[in-house]
């Protein structure tokens, strides 16, 4: 009996954790678009700048996403995938896996690299576009 009852315990906590770090696919697949930039000039004083006809990601429901832009510098490499840890990850690049971080907030999508071209703050904005 006290066997089964740890059994039942681990079962429990198990799928408590996994069911915390599943992904929500249904809130962010779809079309976005690049909206707006974060640029800061090292001083905090950084802005939100609008973006005309920014480039757009897709993001399936079987955990890929697809730039209208490469992912990588210098290289067409225009698809990721993405997980519950939102994390973006581009492991195609030539000499790096190139990754991104994100997350859904008052509906809209934002990005964030991790990569040394940006030193100071640096973000996107994405709106979901109608399908």
């Not at 962010?28 to 905090?44: H, M, V």
């Not at 700048?49 to 290289?75: A, I, R």
Request: glycine share 6%; net charge negative.
């Amino acid at each position: 009996m006290r066997n089964l009852l740890l059994l039942v315990s681990i079962a429990i906590i198990t799928s408590c954790a996994k069911s915390s770090l599943e992904l929500n696919t249904k809130e962010i697949s779809g079309k976005w678009q690049l909206a707006e930039i974060l640029a800061d000039p090292g001083d905090g004083s950084g802005t939100w700048k609008t973006v005309e006809n920014g480039k757009t990601l897709k993001f399936d429901e079987d955990g890929m996403v697809y730039s209208s832009t490469s992912f990588c510098y210098g290289e067409e490499i225009n698809e990721a995938s993405y997980d519950a840890s939102k994390k973006m990850i581009s492991s195609n690049c030539a000499d790096r896996n190139v990754e991104l971080s994100y997350e859904l907030k008052e509906g809209n999508l934002f990005v964030y690299p991790h990569n040394p071209r940006c030193i100071e703050t640096c973000g996107s904005k994405y709106k979901k576009m109608e399908d």
